[in-house]
């Protein structure tokens, strides 16, 4: 659950310590906190993140947490509220910081995606544990994206290096507040000058493509849609004695791919 990162006299961790630097924050005033409660019957912990990396004018974020929700799960709760959905959340992780005052020891812990915060909270008293969002270094990829929005020429984003397909596709469409699926689209790399196409696999990772990419070649990323893919829609189906529920594939009426 836990990486241990490192462990220091309190005196020094700001200066040996890279991670808690992030730490060393203003006294915080009433403006910069608010309170945000998830869609649970039963929040039973809150727990206070520290957001610099996303908001320099906001210095944390108060939620409402269940046992349960894991830091994969805060990180997208807080790109959500932030308004930030078209940032890829593998570029964030969290990090734990518990301060010992007794014994003057500060340990600052990276925490993994399963990891709960409320539940490490719980294991430790009030003011004596903090959590922060971190960010890491991700690369640029440009995606030819006029399939989902007409007039559109392309996208520039940035992402993880372990994001996959199918997650850039959905930061695609959360760009575009699109509420389509997923599967309803393909990621292709192409070269005109080599009459190349191939089509990615969905947990390919685009970032990793690209960087096998020979130098100075045309090579680009087009998303397409997929002519075959066909959505589910649950229709009753009534018997004598009771009815049953089915699922009828409706073919999607869209099939034109887009070339460059």
């Given at each position: 659950m836990l990486k241990h990162v490192h462990r220091a006299k309190c005196a020094d961790t700001l200066s040996i310590v890279s991670t808690a630097s992030s730490f060393n924050h203003e006294p915080m005033s009433s403006r910069c906190s608010s309170i945000?409660?998830?869609?649970?019957?039963?929040?039973?912990?809150?727990?206070?993140?520290?957001?610099?990396?996303?908001?320099?004018d906001l210095e944390y974020k108060t939620l409402g947490l269940a046992y349960t929700t894991t830091c994969s799960e805060v990180i997208s709760i807080l790109l959500n509220k932030y308004r930030m959905r078209h940032r890829d959340p593998n570029l964030f992780y969290m990090t734990m910081e518990i301060n010992l005052r007794k014994i003057g020891l500060r340990t600052v812990f990276v925490l993994d995606n399963e990891s709960c915060p409320a539940v490490l909270q719980s294991c430790h008293p009030r003011g004596e544990s903090r959590f922060c969002l971190q960010s890491k270094?991700?690369?640029?990829v440009k995606v030819y994206d006029g399939e989902l929005m007409p007039g559109s020429k392309y996208k520039s984003l940035l992402i993880s290096e372990r994001t996959t397909v199918d997650e850039l596709i959905?930061?695609?469409?959360?760009?575009?507040?699109?509420k389509e699926q997923v599967e309803q689209f393909s990621l292709y790399e192409l070269s005109k000058s080599e009459e190349y196409q191939r089509?990615?696999?969905?947990?390919?990772m685009p970032?990793?493509?690209?960087?096998?990419?020979?130098?100075?070649?045309?090579?680009?990323?087009?998303?397409?849609?997929?002519?075959?893919y066909k959505s589910k829609q649950?229709?009753?189906?009534?018997?004598?004695?009771h009815h049953q529920e089915k699922e009828e594939p409706l073919t999607n009426e869209y099939e034109n791919f887009i070339y460059i």
């Open positions: 945000t409660s998830l869609n649970i019957s039963n929040p039973v912990d809150t727990i206070k993140v520290y957001t610099k990396c996303l908001r320099a270094k991700g690369g640029l959905r930061i695609l469409l959360n760009c575009y507040n699109s089509k990615l696999h969905h947990d390919d970032l990793n493509v690209q960087c096998c990419w020979p130098p100075n070649s045309d090579y680009i990323f087009i998303i397409k849609r997929n002519p075959n649950v229709q009753t189906v009534w018997t004598d004695h």
